[in-house]
């Protein structure tokens, strides 16, 4: 485990405990997935915070002594910042905020009431320093924006300037006023250090990526709206295992994104706060997410959620390895990884048109609601996991049928897998009742579906329960604590007629034999194995 987990595990251990511990004194209990989880208030406040992130200085926007520049009185192109302190800026300005100090020099911006403008390059520029604050003044409304083309670097520094605002140091933005960061050829905000929210409200336009931080993304809280061309959140140090990671406690941050609503190279941890990503390629890539509270909706064109080494990026192509052609000599790039998705809280509801919930290594689900609209095609599944575990919480994924997967071996807690004779449409309640005819669980999937993995706590081995969704009816014998396995991904070395994902899909070949699963062992066909799942 990296360094970097065991400080925010520390954390977000501590809230789990806090809140069984009010959880206790509750004897209320909802009907899970009732249609829009009625009754459910999302709290975008952090409940706690952890200190290995944010510093005091981070959370305070408030300052003494500082020096006030009324930047309509600027006469020059280039307003430049050479000393540590604060900087109180207010007034319409075409050029550039330069911020050049020491490296281990601090800067506070604070603006209040500020236009800024520049055609040629970013309109603010910090080529060193250590950290920058950017404070949002109570009550202010401010604009930077960039109409540059970033066709070369910068002719003094030589970095590669791409942005409304670019900087070498960390970035903190605070405070409880509004700022609005457009850019129109380039990305909206980057580090390539550290990027903090803390505070205020701020909405970006980027053609390329939203908020780009090489080493980290952090958000405590504030309210955050991105449109972008590209990925809405971004992170990118491959070099470091402890950076390249984006954290969430808590906030408010709405995303439109051409590609990924986030994307983190390393760690992606949610741990509070209001996400929804409107739309995007992939709602959320990294190579760990670990989600412990928040809540999360995601519209998604592809994956859902995506935990992949590396990150699969626009083109997806890590998510296609030799071992799912329908040949080759068993094992998949892909699916033995070092990736990890884990869902431990929180309430997670998407729309995926690939996988919904997809991790390339491992998939751990102990607490937590998590409803899965995906995809309406047979190519993909609700889940797609080889390595799927469920101990807690609860589980709704809906999908089509060709690819469904329910959780395996080493979960402890029931799961069923149910494939209904024909696709039902969109907004069709499914219910479960159990042999007293009692409702257990009850959940209506925005989209067409013909397959549903269902887990909760309220499922029990030794019962039987009856599955309805519309005129269709199936009856599911808990004889274990996994029923129904639905078409999991083989490999190995093919099967009759071969095809991708281990010979289940004809058309492409192979080298005969038994079908195979990922570490080429025999198991029996797809279609047989599929009967389990009512």
């Keep these: 485990m990296k360094p970097i987990w065991s400080k925010i595990l520390a954390v977000i251990l501590a809230m789990a405990f806090a809140l069984v511990m009010a959880a206790c004194g509750s004897d209320d209990k909802a009907v899970a997935g009732a249609t829009t989880e009625t009754g459910v208030t999302a709290d975008a406040s952090p409940t706690t915070t952890n200190t290995e992130m944010f510093t005091d200085r981070d959370l305070d926007p408030s300052y003494d002594e500082a020096t006030s520049i009324d930047l309509s009185k600027e006469k020059s192109s280039t307003v430049s910042i050479t000393e540590a302190g604060t900087y109180v800026l207010s007034g319409t300005y075409d050029g550039q905020i330069v911020v050049k100090v020491g490296e281990d020099d601090k800067v506070q911006l604070v603006l209040d009431g500020v236009t800024l403008t520049n055609s040629k390059s970013a309109a603010i520029y910090v080529p060193s320093g250590d950290k920058v604050f950017i404070t949002l003044a109570d009550g202010s409304k401010n604009t930077v924006s960039s109409s540059a083309s970033f066709s070369s670097a910068d002719a003094e520094t030589g970095d590669n300037v791409d942005a409304a605002i670019w900087s070498r140091a960390t970035l903190v933005f605070n405070g409880s006023g509004s700022l609005e960061v457009d850019c129109d050829n380039g990305h909206g905000i980057v580090s390539k250090d550290d990027v903090k929210v803390t505070g205020g409200s701020i909405t970006v336009n980027a053609k390329n990526k939203g908020i780009a931080g090489k080493d980290s993304i952090r958000v405590h809280d504030g309210t955050i709206t991105i449109t972008a061309g590209d990925d809405g959140f971004h992170t990118s140090n491959d070099e470091d295992e402890d950076k390249g990671f984006i954290y969430v406690e808590g906030g408010t941050i709405t995303i439109s994104s051409g590609d990924d609503g986030m994307h983190a190279e390393t760690d ?7 996400i929804d990503i409107t739309k995007s390629y992939e709602g959320l890539e990294g190579q760990d997410i670990l989600i412990s509270g928040g809540t999360i909706d995601i519209v ?4 859902g959620i995506n935990a992949s080494e590396g990150g699969s990026g626009s083109d997806n192509t890590n998510d296609f390895g030799f071992g799912r052609m329908g040949g080759g000599g068993g094992g ?11 869902i431990s809280g929180g309430t997670i509801r998407m729309d995926a048109g690939g996988d919904g919930l997809d991790s390339n290594g491992t998939m751990t689900v102990t607490g937590g609601t998590t409803y899965v609209n995906g995809p309406t095609n047979g190519g993909n599944g609700a889940i797609d996991c080889d390595n799927a575990t469920v101990s807690g919480g609860t589980v709704i994924a809906a999908g089509a049928s060709g690819m469904d997967i329910n959780f395996g071996d080493g979960s402890t807690q029931c799961s069923m897998l149910v494939e209904f004779d024909s696709t039902v449409s969109g907004g069709t309640t499914v219910t ?5 005819g009692k ?11 013909q397959s549903i993995v269902i887990s909760s706590s309220d499922l029990k081995t030794g019962e039987t329960y009856t599955v309805t969704a519309g005129n269709q009816t199936q009856t599911v014998e808990m004889t274990d604590t996994i029923v129904g396995t639905g078409h999991p991904m083989g490999g190995g070395q093919g099967g009759p007629g071969g095809g991708m994902q281990g010979g289940h899909m ?9 079908s195979g699963n990922m570490n080429g062992q025999a198991v029996p066909d797809a279609q047989s194995s599929a009967t389990a799942a009512v």
């Design 432 to 436: 479960v009742t159990d042999s007293d």
């Design 506 to 514: 004809p058309g492409m070949g192979g080298f005969g034999g038994q």
């Design 268 to 274: 992606l941890t949610i741990a509070g706060g209001i």
């Design 332 to 342: 998949d790039f892909a699916d033995n990884q070092n990736a990890s998705l884990t």
């Design 300 to 303: 998604a064109s592809d994956d």
């Design 439 to 449: 409702t257990v669980l009850s959940y209506t999937p925005t989209k067409d579906f």
